[in-house]
């Protein structure tokens, strides 16, 4: 006769993080603005052209931009695809275009410059930065690179196609692109952030360590390039030094008021360094950095996580501390969601469960169930406190709600079942044991304890 069954009961499973990332700062594109010295037109104009070179020496001279290209657009608006109209004039309004920021205006130049002259390397160095401008990235790398192969000697080139190449996440392509830029400009010290930033992307920490030596040597106090050493570190999975750089950062926020250092304001910069900082360093300090959050981001999702994280890990004066101050504070911040308050009301009971003060955890958990009836952690929670309680009855009714909710059903029909089994009732345990195992037929345990319950069964009807 088996005297007992060893029953394994699936519970919730592990809690952990969103995976959070450091946000950088993304380089900016900035374009040379057109002068009378780079205005050259090539090929020449034709001889109907002729006619508007005084107008148009004399608008540069005096830098009127916009009224040249209005006078020109209006003057060849019906002549665009007249073989009339030259390359060279066609790319001289796209430049007009292109400085007075209107690209579709400008790319509709350059391709027919393009059509006119095939191998006109500098209409395509212009289609290309209208393209980038108007996001048509793949394009714009394309075009570019025509412009080089055709022999245009701007160095500024690279830095374009680099910034295309980020914006097409071709990463890789663009430390290349950015490297060959600094060449030409080895002291450019934006050209060194979006190289930077062009390696934190491709996953080239090393190379981003060692252009971080030197940027940090000549600024210590840039809060973006800690940033970028802890996000290189992090690859390297160099927990503690990442921590390291990221408090640097947050405490750089207090003494900076550069608007080039306040990229650590981004919230996401914050948790992470209170994630890293409970899972891999103190975790006082990540209840410090998630006070901040709570205090002046007024973001309680993102504290709720850490809660439930450090009450999966055993560490239940911590989470208790978190919530004490979480509570204090909701009088002063803006109401929260009812799904919220459900799960902070749900985690004090768990608090209150681990303490042993079940009479407070019950308060706490029906509490949960009252902001939101569909908690299944909060019903499974308080279904086993029932159980402990010797009121079994009200523990089935709420395994039974618990049992329709897809996030805890594995978890409600194993405890339903190990119920039943300390209640002796051992063919309706089989039967909430059979609907488990249809739910993760994956699951050997639950399969194990099928065959065994079944033959306990068989055992008692024979």
Do not use: C
């Amino acid at each position: 006769m088996i005297k007992y069954l060893a029953f394994i009961v699936l519970l919730i499973s592990n809690t952990s993080f969103a995976q959070l990332h450091i946000t950088l700062t993304q380089p900016a594109l900035l374009l040379t603005q057109i002068s009378a010295h780079d205005i050259g037109v090539k090929p020449e104009l034709n001889e109907q052209e002729q006619q508007y070179k005084e107008l148009i020496n004399s608008h540069l001279q005096a830098k009127n931009y916009r009224a040249l290209l209005a006078k020109l657009t209006a003057s060849l608006q019906h002549k665009l695809d007249d073989s009339s109209v030259s390359a060279a004039m066609a790319y001289f309004i796209g430049q007009l275009a292109l400085q007075q920021q209107k690209y579709q205006l400008a790319t509709d130049y350059f391709n027919q410059a393009i059509k006119k002259h095939a191998s006109y390397g500098q209409a395509f160095h212009g289609l290309g930065l209208a393209q980038l401008q108007l996001k048509q990235h793949k394009k714009a790398t394309d075009s570019l690179s025509n412009a080089m192969k055709l022999g245009v000697r701007d160095h500024q080139l690279f830095s374009y196609l680099g910034y295309g190449y980020l914006q097409a996440n071709n990463f890789h392509s663009a430390v290349v692109a950015y490297q060959q830029a600094k060449l030409f400009n080895p002291d450019d010290k934006q050209l060194n952030q979006a190289l930077l930033y062009a390696y934190s992307h491709a996953g080239q920490s090393e190379a981003a360590l060692s252009l971080l030596t030197q940027m940090l040597t000549e600024q210590p106090n840039e809060q973006a390039l800690w940033l970028h050493r802890a996000n290189a570190l992090l690859q390297k999975k160099q927990y503690l030094h990442a921590i390291a750089s990221l408090e640097t950062a947050l405490r750089l926020e207090k003494v900076s008021v550069n608007s080039s250092n306040q990229a650590f304001n981004n919230i996401e910069n914050i948790a992470l360094t209170a994630q890293l900082q409970m899972q891999h360093g103190s975790v006082e300090r990540a209840i410090q950095l998630y006070e901040k959050i709570w205090r002046s981001h007024q973001n309680p999702n993102l504290v709720i996580e850490a809660a439930e994280f450090l009450l999966s890990s055993g560490n239940v004066k911590p989470t208790s501390k978190l919530l004490k101050k979480m509570n204090k504070k909701l009088s002063k911040i803006q109401q929260l969601t009812m799904l919220q308050q459900s799960q902070l009301a749900y985690l004090n009971g768990k608090v209150y469960q681990q303490q042993s003060k079940n009479n407070a955890a019950v308060k706490a958990y029906e509490q949960a169930l009252a902001f939101n009836s569909v908690n299944g952690h909060a019903l499974l929670a308080l279904a086993q406190i029932k159980r402990v309680q010797g009121k079994s009855h009200q523990a089935q009714m709420l395994l039974l709600r618990a049992s329709t909710l897809d996030s805890v059903m594995l978890a409600a029909l194993t405890e339903h079942a190990d119920l039943m089994m300390s209640l002796g009732r051992y063919t309706k345990a089989l039967e909430y044991l059979q609907q488990a195992l249809l739910h993760a037929p994956q699951e050997q345990t639950i399969f194990e304890n099928v065959k065994i319950l079944q033959r306990l069964v068989n055992q008692r009807e024979s």
